[in-house]
């Protein structure tokens, strides 16, 4: 079956760094986009930041205009693995973020998620 496993949350100072990665099995990895998403206490899911191929080793990014420029996403093939670099965090970042897998339609569709990791951002 399909898992996808995240880590690399946990708690921060504003203005600091974390690296969250999320390791995929069970799927043809480099067939799927994928995707980052967080809940926020109180809050709907919401997306994060996206990676999908176009065509040959291309690959393009979306990102939520709140992360732009403060987070990359990243996806390594060979490792079936998905991260997501986030810079400068802001106590707003707080969240528990999903990882998904999905197919791209002008957005990412996800059809698998991860049990997701909680950052918390202190101010």
């Known amino acids: 079956q399909v898992q996808l496993v995240e880590s690399g949350g946990g708690l921060v100072q504003a203005g600091g760094s974390l690296r969250l990665s999320c390791a995929a099995s069970?799927?043809?990895?480099?067939?799927?986009?994928m995707g980052w998403f967080r809940r926020a206490p109180g809050k709907e899911r919401e997306f994060v930041a996206s990676i999908r191929r176009s065509g040959g080793s291309t690959y393009y990014a979306d990102y939520a205009d709140s992360v732009k420029g403060r987070f990359a996403i990243s996806k390594d093939n060979a490792e079936n693995t998905v991260y997501l670099q986030m810079n400068s965090l802001k106590p707003e970042d707080t969240a528990v973020y999903y990882c998904?897998?999905?197919?791209?339609?002008?957005?990412?569709?996800?059809?698998?998620w991860g049990q997701g990791t909680q950052v918390t951002v202190s101010s």
């Open positions: 998904a897998a999905g197919v791209y339609r002008g957005t990412i569709n996800p059809n698998y």
């Open positions: 069970g799927l043809t990895f480099s067939s799927y986009s």
